[in-house]
């Protein structure tokens, strides 16, 4: 079929991915239930096809780019421009055409939609493209490619027209749990190609990276997550703390997941076929629900603060101004 090594490029069955909007959907009408209506659900299914678009466009540019080296590696050699049945150029136009279009229809909806959908196409640019291209820097590989989270997050709480905006806490931690899917995901490419210098003409950023380091970061990412994570149920609604331990077995599940040979990590597309990870993140996704639902004073109540709070905010109420 002639269009189907372009179907290819844009990688429509990593749609699925763009599922990372939801929790700003639901945070969003935490905040501000009003929203919910005929009118927000419109408006967030044109911003999932914009989202979807926009990925696509990233997507074909990634192969554009990537072709020399996608040929070192066993599977992604047989991508469309890699295995030559589609022109580099080719993927070019299409990326043009893909971001153009999305970047449209989410202009079309508002600025602030517009400007998160452009954001995921600039971090497209600076992901892939020479001089810059960050997925050539160890770390920073992660860290950047990781911003695409709270983007997403960002699409989904803008998309229902939600008048505030996003708090920071919950940015950060969905940053650092996009950092620590993408450092597991290294972590199963590099055990998987499992020759250094193989792994390194790959991917550069492989020069630096081994086992130890690789779990280092996962480590490090996981923490950051877990404590912004925190200051986000701790400010904002302390009941989502019911949702903490199967949020962590999550994370405990994906990262042996990450050792397994051929680990579905590299190809998140494949994660559909993985029993625990889909029955977790379900369970994660109900629980997150019904604790947005719940108020209870006694959970509250058994998290009350035990040490006195400092008076120093008091003290500078009772001091006369001027």
Same mark, same amino acid.
């Given at each position: 079929?002639?269009?189907?090594?372009?179907?290819?490029?844009?990688?429509?069955?990593?749609?699925?991915?763009?599922?990372?909007?939801?929790?700003?959907?639901?945070?969003?009408?935490?905040?501000?239930?009003?929203?919910?209506?005929?009118?927000?659900?419109?408006?967030?299914?044109?911003?999932?096809?914009?989202?979807?678009?926009?990925?696509?466009?990233?997507?074909?540019?990634?192969?554009?780019?990537?072709?020399?080296?996608?040929?070192?590696?066993?599977?992604?050699?047989?991508?469309?421009?890699?295995?030559?049945?589609?022109?580099?150029? &080719?993927?070019?136009? /299409?990326?043009? !055409? =893909?971001?153009?279009?999305?970047?449209? $229809?989410?202009?079309? *909806?508002?600025? %602030? #939609?517009?400007?998160?959908?452009?954001?995921?196409?600039?971090?497209?640019?600076?992901?892939?493209?020479?001089?810059?291209?960050?997925?050539?820097?160890?770390?920073?590989?992660?860290?950047?490619?990781?911003?695409?989270?709270?983007?997403?997050?960002?699409?989904?709480?803008?998309?229902?027209?939600?008048?505030?905006?996003?708090?920071?806490?919950?940015?950060?931690?969905?940053?650092?749990?996009?950092?620590?899917?993408?450092?597991?995901?290294?972590?199963?490419?590099?055990?998987?190609?499992?020759?250094?210098?193989?792994?390194?003409?790959?991917?550069?950023?492989?020069?630096?990276?081994?086992?130890?380091?690789?779990?280092?970061?996962?480590?490090?990412?996981?923490?950051?997550?877990?404590?912004?994570?925190?200051?986000?149920? &701790?400010?904002?609604? /302390?009941?989502? !703390? =019911?949702?903490?331990?199967?949020?962590? $077995?999550?994370?405990? *599940?994906?990262? %042996? #997941?990450?050792?397994?040979?051929?680990?579905?990590?590299?190809?998140?597309?494949?994660?559909?076929?993985?029993?625990?990870?889909?029955?977790?993140?379900?369970?994660?996704?109900?629980?997150?629900?019904?604790?947005?639902?719940?108020?209870?004073?006694?959970?509250?109540?058994?998290?009350?603060?035990?040490?006195?709070?400092?008076?120093?905010?008091?003290?500078?109420?009772?001091?006369?101004?001027?």
């Amino acid at each position: 079929m002639a269009w189907s090594p372009y179907i290819q490029i844009a990688r429509v069955d990593h749609w699925f991915k763009n599922v990372f909007i939801l929790p700003g959907v639901i945070f969003a009408l935490m905040a501000e239930p009003a929203v919910l209506g005929p009118r927000m659900l419109g408006s967030l299914a044109v911003a999932v096809v914009a989202v979807c678009l926009a990925a696509s466009s990233n997507y074909a540019l990634n192969e554009a780019l990537d072709a020399r080296r996608d040929r070192l590696h066993p599977q992604k050699r047989d991508r469309p421009v890699a295995a030559g049945r589609v022109r580099p150029a &080719a993927a070019v136009l /299409l990326w043009i !055409v =893909l971001g153009i279009v999305s970047a449209t $229809l989410a202009l079309s *909806l508002g600025i %602030r #939609l517009g400007v998160s959908i452009v954001a995921l196409l600039v971090a497209g640019l600076v992901y892939n493209v020479p001089p810059i291209r960050l997925k050539d820097l160890p770390y920073v590989d992660v860290v950047s490619e990781a911003v695409n989270n709270p983007i997403r997050l960002a699409v989904g709480w803008y998309a229902t027209g939600c008048t505030l905006s996003p708090p920071v806490s919950l940015l950060f931690a969905y940053w650092a749990l996009g950092a620590y899917l993408m450092a597991v995901k290294r972590l199963a490419e590099y055990r998987h190609i499992n020759r250094a210098r193989c792994a390194a003409g790959y991917r550069p950023s492989f020069k630096h990276y081994n086992e130890p380091r690789l779990l280092i970061a996962t480590m490090f990412f996981a923490t950051a997550c877990g404590m912004f994570t925190g200051v986000f149920i &701790a400010r904002y609604h /302390l009941e989502l !703390v =019911l949702a903490v331990p199967v949020g962590a $077995l999550f994370m405990a *599940l994906y990262l %042996r #997941l990450g050792f397994k040979p051929d680990s579905p990590a590299q190809h998140p597309e494949r994660l559909l076929r993985s029993p625990s990870i889909m029955t977790a993140s379900l369970a994660l996704a109900a629980i997150v629900c019904f604790s947005l639902w719940l108020d209870s004073p006694k959970l509250r109540k058994l998290f009350t603060p035990s040490i006195p709070p400092q008076q120093l905010d008091r003290d500078r109420e009772r001091q006369p101004s001027g």
